[in-house]
């Protein structure tokens, strides 16, 4: 998928589904596909529970959102999240949301703004139900950006249990991802075989909204790839500066 930085984001947050901890980290990614337009949370502030919130929101110049929780063991903050996220697509004034929850409520939300031509970016924990992963343009686990949030102060003592943190939530490169990689190669590559590594990644993106190379413990598409090397040929082609080399993969038969 093509993303343009300079999107218009709304960025909603479901307090009650989002660690406080995760939201530095948060605003760091979506930083990474266009400007925060509008930055809301949902929660009942009334509860000790989120009472946590409160430097994150200020750090981050969220807005919190009261919502009272009317009937015990009823989510209220979705219906509040679901009908500022129709407000805010009416105004015309953002090209995209971010909608930060491990909530499947927020499925059917999704489909309607993509339906109305918005770029939909979801960040949840990987408990997430996957009809809420599939139904967003590009889905992010919020487990892949905590070891960007750890402060310096902090790095040199939490380096060993960070260390292990990171080996818990790092996923194989199993055999369907390796199919999913070579089909979609195959979809896109010239008559020799041969597709640009950028064209790839956006369609593996398409087809699966929560593949991302940090979920397999790399930064980018293409070490991955590099390290199947015995699956795929890999062809670094000079441009006309010599600091650039267009990365182009071909499927080993």
């Known amino acids: 998928m093509e993303i343009k930085n300079d999107l218009k984001l709304a960025v909603l947050i479901d307090a009650d589904n989002v660690p ?8 760091e990614e979506i930083a ?5 337009t509008f930055k809301r949370i949902y929660g ?8 946590g919130w409160k430097n994150v929101l200020l750090e981050n110049a969220i807005t919190p959102i009261q919502q009272y929780g009317y009937t015990t ?10 009908i500022d996220a129709m407000d ?5 004034k953002v090209d995209g949301f971010c909608i930060v929850s491990s909530d499947s409520d927020f ?4 489909t309607r703004l993509r339906e109305s031509g918005m770029k939909v970016f979801g960040f949840g924990e990987k408990k997430t139900p996957n009809p809420f992963i599939v139904a967003c343009d590009k889905f992010i686990y919020l487990e892949i950006l905590k070891s960007s949030v750890m ?3 902090h790095e040199v003592n939490k380096q060993a249990n960070s260390q292990i943190s990171e080996q818990e939530t790092i996923q194989k490169i199993d055999a369907e991802i390796v199919t999913l990689i070579s089909m979609t190669v195959d979809d896109i590559a010239d ?16 087809k699966k909204p929560d593949f991302d190379p940090r979920n397999y413990g790399f930064e980018k598409l293409t070490p991955l790839i590099k390290s199947l090397k015995d699956k795929f040929n890999i062809d670094e082609r000079l441009t006309e500066r010599a600091s650039i080399k267009l990365v182009y993969i071909k499927t080993k038969k």
Do not use: C, H, Q, R
């Not at 406080?20 to 605003?27: A, E, L, Q, R, Y």
């Not at 990474?32 to 925060?36: N, S």
């Not at 499925?107 to 999704?110: F, H």
């Open 44 to 51: 009942d502030w009334t509860k000790p529970n989120l009472s």
């Open 107 to 110: 499925t059917k939300l999704a």
């Open 151 to 153: 402060s310096d102060s």
């Open 191 to 206: 008559e020799d075989g041969w597709a640009f590594l950028g064209d790839v990644g956006n369609l593996l993106i398409k």
């Open 73 to 82: 063991g009823k989510n209220s903050t979705d219906s509040a999240m679901i």
């Open 20 to 27: 406080s901890s995760n939201v530095k980290g948060v605003m």
């Open 32 to 36: 990474k596909y266009g400007i925060p």
């Open 88 to 92: 805010i697509l009416y105004t015309d």
